[in-house]
């Protein structure tokens, strides 16, 4: 269990490779799932928008919640925004680089699950099959409302008898596949077009700003996780110093058992630098609650 603790916390680290690695793994998991999931459109007028759109729109929103679940800025970024400001002040700068570094980790994910959704045409054929208007083809001529209505929900469905042999189910299909392909092309030209702006006009900004948000993001991640780690150690000492002293009045018996406890003083060093004027729980608690409420100004001077 340790060793996976260990591999968990790997992944959990602020490391922009290993977050770029799980954004793609989370990329190539979503375009994975879409080929090997069996979309089945109702086919009915009620359901049909539903189920598309709930296709195209649910599973993003769940690819986003395991974004920001995996990495770990995202805690330490909350946990910056809401502390109180104590003896050191917050960088709204340093928060807004956060936020926007997880964001758009989050979201590499979701966008390809949506770009590949239209770039397939079936979700959007599922959901709009009953809007498009059924005067631009003669398939549904000499058809009541009621009959076309029910014809255009069953266009996704080409086993259907209703449908089977009607000459306008294909075209009403191209036509809605078009305009999908075409909505899934621009929206990955846009973003392509975005992140070529934002790489390419980054040096017209202030980069000292950048670099100093830059690393005070990296330093409260790095501070987060080397308090929880000596946190970890402290509690291990403490916790041996509690038992040391709860077995103290067994020594006679401990001794008859061929065990023995470490002398007075002997591998104590480590433990009294981490200890010193530390007895017990509520003391304990106090130096927990200062780290919270006044963390130490960043001044070592």
Known sequence: MDRFRMIFQYFQSNSESVMNGICGLLALASVKMYTSFEFSCPCLPQYNVVYGLGIMFIPPIILFLCGLILNRQSLVMLEEWRRPAGRRKKDLAVIRYMC???????MVAPVVWIIVTLLDGKCLICAFSG???????????????????????????????????????????????????????????????????????RPCFNQATLLQARH??????????????????????????????????????????????????????????????????????????????????????
């Not at 926007?100 to 989050?106: D, E, G, T, V």
């Open 131 to 201: 809007s498009v208007d059924p005067e631009k083809f003669v398939g549904f001529a000499n058809v009541s409302t009621v009959q076309v209505q029910q014809l255009l929900a069953k266009v996704p469905c080409k086993d259907d008898e209703l449908m089977r042999n009607n000459t306008s189910r294909k075209a009403v299909s191209r036509y809605l596949r078009c305009w999908s392909q075409a909505l899934g092309w621009s929206i990955l030209l846009i973003l392509i077009i975005a992140a070529f702006l934002a790489r390419w006009l």
């Open 216 to 301: 005070w993001s990296n330093y409260i991640d790095i501070e987060q996780k080397i308090f929880e780690e000596t946190c970890c150690e402290h509690s291990r000492l403490f916790a041996h110093k509690c038992i040391l002293h709860f077995f103290e009045s067994m020594r006679q018996e401990i001794k008859l058992h061929s065990l023995s406890l470490p002398r007075e003083g002997e591998g104590a060093d480590g433990e009294e630098d981490l200890l010193r004027g530390i007895t017990d729980q509520d003391q304990v608690n106090k130096l927990l609650k200062t780290w919270y409420c006044e963390k130490p100004p960043l001044d070592v001077s």
């Open 100 to 106: 926007s570094s997880i964001m758009q980790r989050a």
